[in-house]
T-cell receptor
Framework: QKEVEQNSGPLSVPEGAIASLNCTYSDRGSQSFFWYRQYSGKSPELIMSIYSNGDKEDGRFTAQLNKASQYVSLLIRDSQPSDSATYLC????????????FGTGTQLKVEL | NAGVTQTPKFQVLKTGQSMTLQCAQDMNHNSMYWYRQDPGMGLRLIYYSASEGTTDKGEVPNGYNVSRLNKREFSLRLESAAPSQTSVYFCASLVAGGSSDTQYFGPGTRLTVL
């Protein structure tokens, strides 16, 4: 079992819809979770971090964390074509210090 | 404030050649990282440096060496390049503490080994 798992996609949603991206992790003791966005040919950039169970909202983005079920999700409301990118889930595993373990990413396509 | 810079942006090597990828950050971060990214494999950690003077292996260290020259600079060396090292290499640095931990990535080096 991979430590951090994501569906590779592509996930296609129409413009204006809600995009839902999911990530599961194997280390029950993990405490820090991150979502990065990566446009084709570019480097990853952090869009959300979450540390506590529940929802965290930032503009059109909402991160959701459920430690009991070991999943973290990212919702993008009112999806725009500019949201088309690969979204990487990253987890700081127990005992990992300042290292992050990344999932393989989910490709999101927002269609007009 | 340039953030994280990497040189070169592109490189083509022949099998067996050596090269050093350079990374520098001007954000006074303690921790720095080298990743490689391959299609379908996500980002995999090669080496990291928690602070100046320390380096540790990551998930895929074989075939690479690193040097943390000072707080700003962290270089990655391929002693004898192999086609399996064809990849995109990203350097990152970390600011930690308070309510968030953020890794900042450089623009990447696209390496092809023939």
């Amino acid at each position: 079992q991979k430590e951090v798992e994501q569906n590779s996609g592509p996930l296609s949603v129409p413009e204006g819809a809600i995009a839902s991206l999911n990530c599961t992790y194997s280390d029950r003791g993990s405490q820090s979770f991150f979502w990065y966005r990566q446009y084709s040919g570019k480097s990853p950039e952090l869009i959300m971090s979450i540390y506590s169970n529940g929802d965290k909202e930032d503009g059109r983005f909402t991160a959701q964390l459920n430690k009991a079920s070991q999943y973290v999700s990212l919702l993008i409301r009112d999806s725009q074509p500019s949201d088309s990118a690969t979204y990487l889930c990253a987890v700081r595993l127990t005992g990992g210090g300042n290292k992050l373990t990344f999932g393989t990413g989910t490709q999101l396509k927002v269609e007009l | 404030n340039a953030g994280v810079t990497q040189t070169p942006k592109f490189q083509v090597l022949k099998t067996g050649q050596s090269m050093t990828l350079q990374c520098a950050q001007d954000m006074n971060h303690n921790s720095m990282y080298w990743y490689r990214q391959d299609p379908g494999m996500g980002l995999r950690l090669i080496y990291y440096s928690a602070s100046e003077g320390t380096t540790d292996k990551g998930e895929v260290p074989n075939g690479y060496n690193v040097s943390r020259l000072n707080k700003r600079e962290f270089s990655l060396r391929l002693e004898s390049a192999a086609p399996s090292q064809t990849s995109v290499y990203f350097c990152a640095s970390l600011v930690a503490g308070g309510s968030s931990d953020t890794q900042y990535f450089g623009p990447g080096t696209r390496l092809t080994v023939l």
